[in-house]
T-cell receptor, first 117, second 113 residues
Framework: DTEVTQTPKHLVMGMTNKKSLKCEQHMGHRAMYWYKQKAKKPPELMFVYSYEKLSINESVPSRFSPECPNSSLLNLHLHALQPEDSALYLC????????????????FGPGTRLTVL | DAKTTQPPSMDCAEGRAANLPCNHSTISGNEYVYWYRQIHSQGPQYIIHGLKNNETNEMASLIITEDRKSSTLILPHATLRDTAVYYCIALFNSGGSNYKLTFGKGTLLTVNP
């Protein structure tokens, strides 16, 4: 199973709402990622979790709050977003490197298309 | 990570080989060349990667020049489903864990019937 699933597929929220995006993988990967992709732009990294610990935060505003409750799940909690936060939010996972073996392939989910009104 | 340069768009006839170039003239000795693609409204998909030698898998071939300053991704028999944005990424293998994929603008490949 090489699938990363994301829910919901689409989300519309107001600027005062609180919502969460969910990502799940069952490949035994210990690194998980959130990316943001604006229309006609490449994906941009937001957060990286390694062994359920946050290892990279690309200076993301605090209205985005990631959470990794276990090795298979990754959440992105959203609060007080702005219309400019409307984008496709992508989750990815990869296997941690083991000694000499390069296992850098990131597997991406289909994304959640978020619209902030 | 080294900067990569790709043409913004290319066309290819269905059934023909698609050759997508990538320039990475500042690549260092331990930076790998990775290719991902993104079909419209889907998540990116890994295609192939290499360091020095040419590589082939079930999806594509990767040809890296001897000086490693450029590479070409080859889709041997392009189909309409190969229409996508193709990203070439130079990635530093530090030997550590969790790495950053930095996507450039990529090449929009359009496969025409």
């Amino acid at each position: 199973d090489t699938e990363v699933t994301q829910t919901p597929k689409h989300l519309v929220m107001g600027m005062t709402n609180k919502k969460s995006l969910k990502c799940e993988q069952h490949m035994g990967h210990r690194a998980m990622y959130w990316y943001k992709q604006k229309a006609k732009k490449p994906p941009e990294l937001m957060f990286v979790y390694s062994y359920e610990k946050l290892s990279i935060n690309e200076s993301v505003p605090s209205r985005f709050s990631p959470e990794c409750p276990n090795s298979s799940l990754l959440n992105l909690h959203l609060h007080a977003l702005q219309p400019e936060d409307s984008a496709l939010y992508l989750c990815a996972s990869s296997q941690e490197r083991v000694a000499w073996k390069i296992t850098d392939t990131q597997y991406f989910g289909p994304g959640t298309r978020l619209t902030v009104l | 990570d080294a900067k990569t340069t790709q043409p913004p768009s290319m066309d290819c006839a269905e059934g023909r080989a698609a050759n997508l170039p990538c320039n990475h003239s500042t690549i260092s000795g331990n930076e790998y060349v990775y290719w991902y693609r993104q079909i419209h409204s889907q998540g990116p998909q890994y295609i192939i990667h290499g360091l020095k030698n040419n590589e082939t898998n079930e999806m594509a071939s990767l040809i890296i020049t001897e000086d490693r300053k450029s590479s070409t991704l080859i889709l041997p028999h392009a189909t309409l489903r190969d229409t996508a944005v193709y990203y070439c990424i130079a990635l530093f293998n530090s030997g550590g864990s969790n790495y950053k994929l930095t996507f450039g603008k990529g090449t929009l490949l359009t496969v025409n019937p």
